[in-house]
Nanobody, 121 residues
Framework: QVSLEESGGGLVQAGGSLRLSCAFSGPTSSPLTIAWFRQAPGKEREHVSRINWTGTIYYSDSVKGRFTFSRDNAENTVYLQMNALKPEDTAVYYC???????????????WGQGTQVTVSS
């Protein structure tokens, strides 16, 4: 059982920055993909970024160039640095882990509780 815990959400003005953290623990010796998803009210959960077991990082088109995914293997923590935030980035952000390298929430077995990010205009 892999457990994940997000932190770092909050309220920020448009154009500002936030950094989300996701600490994970458990049997991570199997190849895992760690991903960030987000879900805005009334919308489906969508992929934001992920890192697979080879260290390849992927971004959705909506955040490419603004968000940066990084990983600290020593701390078993991943980060999402979010710059140039827009009101449409407002959502609950979730960290997830799974054994498929995919942008679809259904491919992830383990989820954090989520952290709220609100961007005011």
């Amino acid at each position: 059982q892999v457990s994940l815990e997000e932190s770092g959400g909050g309220l920020v003005q448009a154009g500002g920055s936030l950094r989300l953290s996701c600490a994970f623990s458990g049997p991570t010796s199997s190849p895992l993909t760690i991903a960030w998803f987000r879900q805005a009210p009334g919308k489906e959960r969508e992929h934001v970024s992920r890192i697979n077991w080879t260290g390849t990082i992927y971004y959705s088109d909506s955040v490419k160039g603004r968000f940066t995914f990084s990983r600290d293997n020593a701390e078993n923590t991943v980060y999402l640095q979010m710059n140039a935030l827009k009101p449409e980035d407002t959502a609950v952000y979730y960290c997830a882990a799974g054994y498929y390298n995919a942008p679809y929430p259904g491919h992830y077995d383990y989820w954090g509780q989520g952290t709220q990010v609100t961007v005011s205009s």
